[in-house]
């Protein structure tokens, strides 16, 4: 575990933050450190990708406005609009470009949650609003915008409706009990 930048809390570690992450959809007004916001696009950075083709580019919004007309174009997400920091992602149109960049959009979450910053992934698809506003260039799509910020709340860390271990994992052959 990496120690943490001066006014941020120390990380989780990595299995804890999976364990414990959850959609934060309401944010506190308060700014995410500099530090903080490096390492998040450092963590979608440094994921892996098929052939290290790397299909994705992170445009960090932390201007109000602009946060607010990503808001607006955002359908599934009109609270992007309150969030004070948001990521979004653009791809090529590579073959492997979509599993590639979820993988880095989960880096991501993961990396602000171990820092106490919440997150969800907003949209998939049909942003062309979301190129025009930020200057995407026709060759790429955005997939995902990322509002990121402090929970306005308390989150239930840990608490989530999953289904058992027993009903998802198999061994050897499916049907076969993993435990």
Do not use: C
Request: no cysteine; glycine share 8%; aromatic share 6%.
């Amino acid at each position: 575990m990496t120690s943490a930048a001066p006014g941020t809390r120390a990380p989780m570690d990595v299995f804890e933050a999976i364990r414990t992450l959850l959609a934060v959809r309401s944010y506190r007004a308060e700014a995410v450190p500099d530090a903080v916001v490096e390492r998040i696009v450092e963590a979608g950075r440094l994921t892996g990708s098929g052939m290290n083709g790397q299909p994705w580019h992170f445009i960090v919004v932390r201007e109000p406005e602009t946060l607010r007309r990503l808001g607006a174009l955002a359908t599934s997400g009109r609270y992007v609009a309150q969030a004070p920091l948001a990521v979004v992602v653009a791809i090529d149109r590579s073959r492997s470009a979509v599993s590639d960049a979820s993988r880095a959009i989960q880096s991501m979450l993961l990396a602000a949650w171990a820092d106490g910053v919440g997150s969800n992934w907003v949209g998939f698809g049909s942003m062309d609003g979301v190129k025009k506003l930020l200057d995407i260039p026709a060759a790429l799509d955005v997939l995902a915008i990322l509002p990121f910020g402090y929970p306005a709340r308390a989150v239930g860390r840990g608490r989530k409706a999953r289904k058992s271990l027993a009903e998802v994992a198999h061994r050897e052959r499916y049907g076969q009990p993993f435990a």
